[in-house]
């Protein structure tokens, strides 16, 4: 899997100023870009001042935050999220971008900003779908992730099914 990655250190221009550092996978026709994990390292200039990191990822006009870090040390502490990952739009560019903020008192800092991705081929999301006219239209499908706890996955379910009986449910202990 490719990564890029931005060895240049940072600094916010003052003790409540913020930096944005951007990135751009370039879009291929037919491929989808899945950017699989983001990371970067992060300090402040004095002990015990809140140093904040947030990346987030823009594509087809869409601008959403993907990941977030604090540090509150002097020396630069790496830190990634692999958590989930993010495929965008056939065809389309992936801008990430990683803000930079710190608390009034110290400078904050960063170095190491990288992201690892993939292009996979794109996916067939299309159905052709009969309406009660007899008409037939096209219709992409989502797909969404829902977080909870386990007592209430069954109430979810339900919830879901009465909305879309088609609704493909599938249930799991972790996303990776």
Same mark, same amino acid.
């Given at each position: 899997?490719?990564?890029?990655?931005? =060895?240049?250190?940072?600094?916010?221009? @003052?003790?409540?100023? /913020?930096?944005?550092?951007?990135?751009?996978?370039?879009?291929?026709?037919?491929?989808?870009?899945?950017?699989? @994990?983001?990371?970067?390292?992060?300090?402040?200039?004095?002990?015990?001042?809140?140093?904040?990191?947030?990346?987030?990822?823009?594509?087809?006009? /869409?601008?959403?935050?993907?990941? %977030?870090?604090?540090?509150?040390?002097?020396? #630069?502490?790496?830190?990634?999220?692999?958590?989930? =990952?993010?495929?965008?739009?056939?065809?389309?560019?992936?801008?990430?971008?990683?803000?930079?903020?710190?608390?009034?008192?110290?400078?904050?800092?960063?170095?190491?900003?990288?992201?690892? #991705?993939?292009?996979?081929?794109?996916?067939?999301?299309?159905?052709?779908?009969?309406?009660?006219? %007899?008409?037939?239209?096209?219709?992409?499908?989502?797909?969404?992730?829902?977080?909870?706890?386990? =007592?209430?996955?069954?109430?979810?379910?339900?919830?879901? /099914?009465?909305?879309? @009986? =088609?609704?493909?449910?599938?249930?799991?202990?972790?996303?990776?």
């Amino acid at each position: 899997m490719p990564t890029i990655t931005d =060895s240049e250190k940072y600094q916010t221009a @003052s003790t409540t100023g /913020k930096v944005v550092k951007t990135m751009t996978i370039t879009g291929v026709a037919g491929k989808q870009i899945k950017v699989e @994990s983001e990371s970067v390292s992060l300090a402040n200039e004095k002990s015990g001042i809140q140093t904040t990191a947030t990346v987030y990822m823009k594509y087809a006009d /869409k601008k959403f935050a993907v990941a %977030g870090w604090g540090v509150t040390d002097t020396e #630069y502490t790496p830190r990634d999220y692999k958590k989930y =990952s993010y495929t965008a739009t056939t065809g389309k560019d992936v801008i990430l971008q990683w803000e930079l903020k710190t608390g009034v008192g110290g400078y904050a800092k960063m170095k190491d900003a990288s992201c690892v #991705y993939s292009l996979i081929d794109a996916e067939d999301t299309t159905e052709e779908t009969t309406t009660e006219n %007899g008409t037939t239209t096209d219709e992409t499908k989502q797909y969404i992730v829902v977080e909870c706890k386990a =007592s209430e996955v069954e109430d979810i379910t339900a919830a879901v /099914k009465k909305i879309s @009986s =088609s609704a493909g449910i599938h249930k799991c202990d972790k996303v990776e």
